[in-house]
């Protein structure tokens, strides 16, 4: 029956499909691939002997070391817990003893080394104990709290840590659910033959994610290419958890965005999240992972990968995060002798890995083993004669072809103009481009262009305001500085005048001990300001009348700036005048050079400052 | 490294214009039966012209020879021009015309994906202001000759320009149906007299119509391969029809019918195979529209009002221009923005 079923989809496209499926413009839909990997159910991996795990498996921050080289671990024993927002915990896979900590090659399209935990299996798999939690009897805060400590990330392959997905809003409550379950990748079936074998346990983690989100309705969307998954998930929801909504087979129906256009007849604005229209996202196999964690308390591990292509066995197994790709490899029969190299993802999206030792992670949801007719080397790219299947094919309805103008004459501006950021690197624009240009790469490269150029106006914007703010500052401390030395100077002459003249009334700050010892630093730094000025008499010199006028502070203020001011003219005037030190002998003349660096270095360092200038010059003199 | 897709699904830029030639065959045959097997020598002369030239300057440009030949972009301007010109049209008619359009149309302005004039067009276009009066005469179809001419005598004409001792040129060539309504229109007859002149058809004219309609049997296989959109050959074909329609309606007697312009001179070779050239004309949906209306009007004011034969040729160089403008105010919606 499954099989009739399963031959009739594929002769018949569409059967099957629901009608109140709302099309989105564009999409491609190139050999599907999945039969080679879906015949054989889900096998489990031989336990690896060493197991490398990448902290880096999420998108956010690292997580925080909580194991050292030498230690003992259990599995499911937490090796990095989640540090920051946006982060994951890393669990041991495995029992067995931690023999390194150090930089090694990870799945990542740029083939760079970060840090990885090694962890060598002891062979015994013994679990740490284990803490279900009954979610129905807790309340929802405790449970996504929890989930922080669960290493789970969206399995789909964006890796997004699943418990901020999960926080409540009271903005936007969310009203429904959609999972994810489309798979509209070539060649992948880890979805598929998840739901075809697991079906009761992910509708069992669709009502935990419904209660914590508060969802009142959950659609599951699958691609009517996979006839078994979907009946068995129809099963499943016999009690109406969830509907199974069976869309077109079109890549890529699996964009959240896409899929919720599919479901919903719903256009997530461009600047918007699908939360803000209380829509959340969730791919199957990540509810799957939530109920083991609540259900058994089975931190995440573990993911179902799909190795196929050029392997003498294509099939689906259960695979321990850290297991070498090799050990993978030989679990599917091995790769054929031709296989060129291996792509993690499918091959509208994925990228090549470095090399076959490389571990499986939590995104590593397919393996294809590449061969040279398999995926065929591109020929040269020829000139864009603006045909436009570029355009016919773009599921955000951009002009590709545009874009890859822009793009090539670094207009990048125009290109931004155009919605560059819309794109969603699918492919289909190259998928269908006669002159085999790499577009995707164009508007990678544009992205790349102008995040970077961004980020350096934001640097430069905030380098100058810190610029501004500290001229700002500075202006206002030399205001300060000069108002109190007026302050302090007008003090400290009434403070003379008072020992000299009983007649004249005391100012009560020359009583003040503090004040009087500050009045002397003022009157020191006001000599030394005039020894700057090249011994020119002072206007504070000649006007004992000011002094005396203890009554005016506001007029002995302002005299003492002018004095400040005329003070400051005049040393500017001394480090511009002629010089008549021609014809002397060079000892004299470096020492005359010295001193013309060191005016200078007062000038420079405080020509606003004449207190630490005259300082710096008394210093070095 | 990231290169994905690994897969494609697309005929290469080759496989396209060989399917515009394949297109155009049907229209040849109807060609060379209707005006005599004259045209397959323009056509060989004007493909080996063009491949020369790109070629040679190809190489003047320091670009990869091969592949640039093997698009066989070069061959289909070749086609489209040589059919565009006068059947027996002399050997030197065919070589300026090819050399224009491939040289200063295309390849000056960077070549293929470049040009922002449609090649074939503009080598019409030069030849039809160089060359008035031989751009202008066309040959009677075989069926209305007094004498046809045998096929050695087409060559020994194309070549040579003579013709056998007992024929003048006027006697084997005139106006077309087109250019023939227009003079006898200005003579103040009526469109339902001159129509009854021996070089009129049952829809356009005598002979030509059989090759419109080929032209648009191959553009129909054109949009059944998925080479072409509806839009471009629609929108033209709509556009004539309504203007000659209401024309037609307020003055019957001055006034061809919509189905005469449609199946006369150059309509159809131009809805299916002139503006749906992709690197001249515009990307948007939309703008495919526009563009191919423009094209429509100005045609059809051109052929009334204007002083040449056929409006195709600056229709289209008109609308070629308007195509950035065409495009930018077109932008489709982009998926999650407002319009």
Request: proline letters at 7%; hydrophobic letters at 45%; a neutral charge.
């Amino acid at each position: 029956m499954n099989a009739i079923l399963n031959f009739a989809s594929r002769i018949l496209p569409g059967l099957g499909r629901d009608e109140d499926v709302h099309a989105f413009n564009g999409g491609v839909h190139p050999p599907e691939h999945k039969s080679e990997s879906s015949t054989q159910p889900i096998s489990v991996l031989n336990l690896p002997k060493t197991l490398v795990l990448p902290l880096r498996q999420h998108v956010g921050h690292l997580p925080k070391l909580q194991v050292k080289v030498g230690d003992r671990v259990l599995k499911g024993q937490l090796l990095a817990e989640a540090e920051g927002t946006v982060s994951a915990a890393i669990h041991a896979p495995t029992s067995g003893t931690i023999t390194a900590i150090d930089e090694q090659i990870i799945p990542h399209p740029s083939g760079l080394p970060d840090t990885c935990i090694t962890l060598s299996s002891d062979g015994l798999d013994t679990w740490a104990p284990l803490q279900p939690i009954d979610w129905q009897a807790s309340d929802k805060k405790t449970l996504v709290d929890s989930l922080r400590r669960s290493g789970i990330v969206g399995l789909g392959g964006a890796t997004f840590p699943s418990h901020i997905k999960l926080r409540s809003n009271s903005q936007s409550p969310i009203h429904t659910l959609i999972i994810n379950a489309a798979e509209c990748e070539p060649y992948i079936t880890c979805d598929d033959m998840l739901m075809r074998e697991r079906a009761d346990a992910i509708v069992s983690g669709i009502e935990i994610v419904k209660y914590l989100l508060g969802a009142e309705k959950c659609l599951i969307g699958i691609e009517d290419n996979k006839p078994l998954a979907s009946k068995a998930m129809r099963a499943a929801c016999s009690q109406g958890q969830a509907e199974v909504k069976v869309v077109p087979t079109l890549y890529p129906s699996g964009d959240a965005r896409r899929l919720i256009h599919l479901l919903l007849d719903l256009e997530i604005p461009s600047d918007k999240r699908s939360t803000d229209l209380g829509v959340q996202v969730f791919n199957v196999a990540t509810v799957l992972a939530i109920h083991r964690y609540f259900a058994f308390g089975e931190p995440s591990i573990s993911r179902i990968v799909t190795i196929t292509g050029n392997v003498l066995q294509p099939q689906n197994f259960e695979v321990l995060f850290g297991t070498p790709l090799n050990d993978l490899i030989q679990a599917a029969g091995g790769a054929h002798t031709n296989t060129s190299h291996y792509i993690m993802g499918g091959p509208m999206m994925g990228f090549d890995l470095p090399n076959s030792q490389v571990p499986i992670t939590k995104a590593s949801n397919c393996i294809i083993a590449a061969r040279q007719d398999l995926f065929p080397a591109a020929p040269p790219a020829m000139p864009c004669i603006r045909c436009t299947r570029c355009a016919d094919a773009c599921p955000v309805n951009l002009q590709p072809q545009e874009l890859y103008w822009f793009a090539k004459s670094d207009n990048f501006e125009k290109a931004r103009d155009y919605k560059l950021f819309d794109c969603i690197e699918c492919g289909c624009c190259s998928y269908v481009c006669p002159s085999t240009i790499p577009l995707v790469q164009y508007y990678r490269y544009a992205k790349s262009e102008i995040i970077a150029t961004d980020k350096a106006k934001e640097a430069a914007d905030l380098a100058r305001e810190r610029n501004e703010f500290r001229l700002a500052r500075i202006e206002r401390e030399k205001l300060e500085r000069a108002q109190k030395h007026a302050e302090r100077a007008a003090g400290g002459r009434a403070e003379a005048s008072a020992n000299t003249d009983a007649t004249v009334p005391s100012t009560p700050t020359a009583s003040d001990s503090n004040d009087k010892q500050a009045a002397i630093a003022a009157a020191i730094a006001r000599a030394k300001a005039q020894k700057l000025a090249g011994g020119s008499p002072a206007p504070a010199q000649t006007s004992p009348t000011a002094a005396a006028d203890n009554t005016d502070k506001q007029a002995l203020i302002a005299a003492a700036i002018e004095r400040a001011k005329a003070a400051k003219l005049a040393a500017a005037q001394a480090g511009e005048a002629p010089k008549n030190t021609e014809n002397v002998s060079p000892s004299v003349q470096a020492e005359i050079k010295q001193t013309d660096a060191l005016r200078e270095k007062v000038k420079k360092s405080s020509g606003e400052n004449a207190d630490i200038g005259s300082e710096t010059s008394a210093d070095k003199g | 490294m990231n290169r994905s897709p690994y897969i494609s699904d697309a005929p290469s830029v080759s496989t396209i214009m060989f399917k515009v030639l394949l297109a155009l065959v049907p229209g040849i045959a109807a060609y060379a039966w209707v005006y005599g097997a004259g045209i397959l020598v323009s056509l060989t002369l004007a493909t080996s012209t063009a491949l020369l030239t790109e070629a040679a300057l190809l190489k003047l440009r320091q670009r990869p020879i091969k592949p640039y030949l093997m698009d066989m972009s070069a061959i289909v301007t070749a086609w489209l021009l040589a059919l565009s010109l006068p059947a027996l049209a002399p050997w030197w008619l065919v070589v300026i015309g090819t050399f224009f359009a491939i040289v200063i149309a295309k390849q000056l302005y960077g070549g293929l994906g470049y040009n922002p004039f449609n090649p074939a067009m503009v080598g019409y276009a030069v030849l039809l202001i160089s060359f008035p009066l031989i751009m202008t005469k066309w040959p009677a179809p075989l069926a209305l000759a007094a004498q046809p001419l045998s096929w050695s005598e087409q060559l020994n004409f194309i070549f040579s320009q003579s013709l056998p001792a007992a024929l003048h040129v006027d006697a084997t060539s005139s106006a077309t149906p087109l250019d023939y309504l227009k003079t006898q229109l200005l003579l103040n007859k009526e469109v339902a007299s001159i129509s009854l002149a021996p070089m009129f058809g049952h829809f356009g004219g005598q002979g030509q119509e059989y090759v419109t309609a080929a032209y648009g049997l191959g553009g129909l296989y054109l949009w059944q391969q998925r080479i072409i959109s509806w839009h471009l050959p629609t929108a033209f074909l709509l556009s004539l029809a309504a203007i000659s329609g209401v024309f037609y309606l307020v003055d019957p007697g001055h006034f061809a019918t919509p189905l005469f312009h449609i199946m006369s001179g150059a309509s159809l070779l131009c809805a299916f195979f002139i503006i749906t050239d992709p690197v001249s004309g515009p990307t948007t949906p939309k703008g495919k529209l526009y563009f191919a209306a423009g094209v429509a009007v100005l045609t059809y004011i051109i052929r009334v009002y204007g002083g040449y034969p056929d409006g195709v040729a600056f229709a289209v160089l008109i609308m070629n221009m308007c195509v950035p403008l065409i495009d930018s105010l077109t932008q489709p919606r982009v998926f999650g923005h407002e319009k």
